[in-house]
């Protein structure tokens, strides 16, 4: 048996503080359904749960589904907003202006310090624009949202982003004839995968749990229909944040078994078989280039050992 690393616990203490920590979460997800399953003339049972396919119930709660068509619709055109236009511009100023990457930084720290009421003060007079141009859609929330959820979303891309000696890399993929479309799909986008499963998920968590800006905004999604809803039936409404905590959570575990799956063993055992791997960003690099270089190999065969030199004899 190993022993463990100085400094980090044991297996047993891991789990039971992971055992520990799961349950203070658990706790108040048994609460909310122990609420949703109470009748209303005493005991337990689905009465609720089944209410929300109950056909004639679709009126009552007919702003509740529209709200979460546009909750699902926002998170996507955010998402879309993350990896379109945050990403490749978080790479640009990374690569080509390091200079202007300290004023960024400090820029994408304001949607946190200033209070969501002052950014909405902020908001209503592009909106004012923006209704007037081009429409008062609720898919225009996705331009507030992409500000809301830019702090975070620029912390998770550019920690990878940082580890993965990008510049040596991007360098490397351009003295080979890589354009900067390739540089940033299939060399930059594979070693920052964990940033951007990490972004996107804290970008969905986000936009399905705000509310200040789109009850100012006077925008249905899905916190103001469950605000609406619970005035008169909060049963209904507990039931859909506990399915919008434990989606949220599914997805957690998700982005967590995507971001780094282990090795299996019969991969381990050809790498054993072929040799050392060469270096991955050697090979990302080729990889882009367009082709592998090939590998120079040398025969199973005895190569003959020169024989000794003969000293000459000497002349007395």
């Known amino acids: 048996m190993s022993a463990a690393a100085p400094g980090r616990p044991s297996p047993a203490v891991a789990r039971t503080i992971i055992g520990v920590i799961g349950g203070v979460f658990l706790i108040p997800l048994f609460a909310m359904l122990e609420f949703t399953l109470r009748r209303t003339s005493g005991g337990y049972g689905p009465e609720h749960w089944l209410a929300l396919f109950d056909p004639d119930q679709e009126r009552t709660y007919r702003v509740l589904f529209e709200g979460i068509g546009n909750s699902v619709l926002l998170a996507l055109l955010t998402l879309a907003i993350v990896l379109l236009v945050f990403f490749p511009t978080i790479v640009l100023v990374h690569l080509r202006f390091p200079r202007l990457q300290r004023g960024l930084d400090l820029l994408t720290v304001l949607p946190i310090a200033i209070p969501a009421i002052v950014l909405v003060v902020g908001f209503a007079p592009i909106y004012r624009v923006i209704g007037q141009t081009i429409g008062s859609g609720v898919w225009t929330l996705s331009l507030a949202y992409g500000v809301l959820v830019l702090p975070f979303a620029y912390?998770?891309?550019?920690?990878?982003?940082?580890?993965?000696?990008?510049?040596?890399?991007?360098?490397?993929?351009?003295?080979?004839?890589?354009?900067?479309?390739?540089?940033?799909?299939?060399?930059?986008?594979?070693?920052?995968?964990?940033?951007?499963?990490?972004?996107?998920?804290?970008?969905?968590?986000?936009?399905?749990?705000?509310?200040?800006?789109?009850?100012?905004?006077?925008?249905?999604?899905?916190?103001?229909?469950?605000?609406?809803?619970?005035?008169?039936?909060?049963?209904?409404?507990?039931?859909?944040?506990?399915?919008?905590?434990?989606?949220?959570f599914v997805v957690l575990l998700l982005v967590s078994a995507t971001g780094g799956p282990p090795r299996s063993r019969r991969t381990t055992r050809r790498a054993a078989r072929r040799g050392p791997d060469p270096d991955p960003s050697a090979s990302a690099v080729a990889a882009a280039h367009g082709a592998l270089p090939s590998a120079i190999t040398l025969p199973n065969s005895r190569l003959p050992l020169p024989s000794p030199s003969k000293e000459a004899p000497r002349v007395h």
Do not use: H
Not at 229 to 243: E, G, R, T, Y
């Open 155 to 248: 912390r998770a891309i550019v920690s990878d982003l940082t580890g993965m000696d990008a510049r040596v890399r991007a360098e490397a993929a351009r003295s080979l004839g890589a354009g900067w479309g390739t540089v940033l799909i299939r060399i930059i986008a594979p070693g920052v995968r964990r940033g951007l499963l990490a972004a996107a998920l804290l970008t969905i968590a986000i936009v399905l749990g705000e509310f200040t800006v789109s009850s100012l905004l006077n925008r249905i999604t899905l916190q103001t229909a469950l605000l609406q809803v619970s005035k008169s039936d909060p049963f209904i409404a507990v039931a859909i944040s506990l399915l919008s905590l434990v989606g949220v």
